[in-house]
């Protein structure tokens, strides 16, 4: 199975910007959802952010107007650029994509390793 490989996490102060990318490392067909998720210190994963192949969005109410996830479909990347960070926002952030890496393959779904995001007040 195809890793995904993650990108742009870091330690900003309090309003600061990062954007994350996330890829497969190897060939990849294509992707349905594209999602990020988040970890934070002593509690359960959350779903953060999600976009399907027709571009429809969501996101967790924390998030909403600070946060934009967006695909590259020839890449098979997914970005999520985070603005106006809150200490709140500290976590690992993962990546999900639920995709095929080649036609005669089912759908699968493929985690990344997760990347680190500290926002410091």
């Known amino acids: 199975q195809v890793q995904l490989v993650e990108s742009g996490g870091g330690l900003v102060q309090a309003g600061g910007s990062l954007r994350l990318s996330c890829a497969p490392a190897?060939?990849?067909?294509?992707?349905?959802?594209m999602s990020w998720y988040r970890q934070a210190p002593g509690k359960q994963r959350e779903l953060v952010a999600n976009?399907?192949?027709?571009?429809?969005?969501t996101y967790v109410d924390s998030v909403k107007g600070r946060f934009t996830i967006s695909r590259d479909d020839p890449k098979n990347t997914v970005y999520l650029q985070m603005s106006n960070l809150k200490p709140e926002d500290t976590g690992v952030y993962y990546c999900y994509i639920k995709g095929k890496e080649a036609p005669w393959l089912a759908e699968l779904d493929y985690w990344g390793q997760g990347t680190q995001v500290t926002v410091s007040s």
């Open positions: 190897g060939s990849f067909l294509g992707s349905t959802v």
């Open positions: 976009i399907t192949h027709t571009g429809l969005t």
